[in-house]
């Protein structure tokens, strides 16, 4: 199985690309039983599935089984650290910021030149915000999903129990506005109607003026019934939104 080991932070981040979308739907959670990936597709760009928190590769199973996206992207989901698959020994402490850290890590071995990123959730959002500040020369367009506010105040410190998957996303620090003003790229965000609470309009207007240089100013496009977690809960019309945006942010 494919692992990117990042031995100065004590990971080894899990990641699967072009995987079989039949077999991989079906697989169990347990580390070997997932599909094999396979290579980078030549001539396709690469798109990568940053999940939410508590997340991991096999949620975005309606993303890389539509043909959408496997006729015309080489797909990478990757477990972030202290998700999934991925491996990791105990850290005093932990960031968002890192986590894109370690997701650069993984698109540098594959030899990645461009990207577009996929990020859902406060957890994905922000590490795809990160990865567009850091990488704003390769990224090529930024999706952002049910992003919640742009700020929880604070670093997270890790107590190795199932909450701090949690910890180290809703007590972040927001990405400085300074660094957002770096991304140029096209940015769509994407929010639940029906949603009042993680993701009000208020919190994804908030993200939208945090890109005043992103190509064409950042859209925004809410799904009037869908909850939060749209990417996962809502994927047949998140996925016909996402398609569009990104046909156009690459032509």
């Not at 396709?44 to 006729?71: E, K, M």
């Not at 996929?118 to 367009?141: M, Y």
């Not at 180290?168 to 506005?177: D, M, T």
């Amino acid at each position: 199985m494919p692992y990117t080991s990042i031995p100065e932070r004590g990971l080894e981040l899990f990641w699967v690309l072009n995987p079989d979308a039949q077999k991989f739907a079906s697989a169990s959670q347990k580390d070997g039983d997932l599909p094999s990936s396979q290579p980078l597709k030549p001539g396709l760009p690469v798109l990568v599935l940053i999940h939410p928190a508590g997340g991991r590769v096999q949620g975005w199973a309606n993303q890389l089984g539509d043909p959408r996206f496997s006729q015309h992207y080489n797909l990478l989901a990757i477990d972030c650290p202290m998700h999934g698959l991925s491996r990791s020994t105990e850290r005093d402490e932990h960031t968002l910021e890192d986590s894109a850290d370690c997701v650069i890590r993984v698109l540098d071995e594959l030899g990645s030149q461009h990207y577009s990123l996929w990020g859902e959730g406060p957890h994905g959002v922000n590490i795809a915000a990160w990865i567009a500040v850091k990488r704003g020369d390769k990224v090529q367009s930024l999706i952002l999903a049910t992003p919640g506010w742009r700020k929880e105040y604070g670093a997270g410190k890790p107590a190795y129990e199932f909450r701090f998957l949690f910890t180290f996303v809703y007590n972040r620090e927001p990405i400085p506005q300074v660094e957002l003003d770096k991304v140029t790229c096209p940015v769509l965000l994407l929010r639940g109607g029906a949603d009042p609470v993680v993701c009000p309009p208020s919190a994804v207007e908030e993200w939208q003026r945090a890109f005043p240089n992103a190509r064409g100013g950042a859209s925004i496009h809410t799904i009037s019934s869908a909850p939060n977690i749209i990417s996962m809960c809502e994927g047949n019309i998140v996925n016909r939104i996402a398609s569009r945006f990104l046909s156009e942010a690459l032509a």
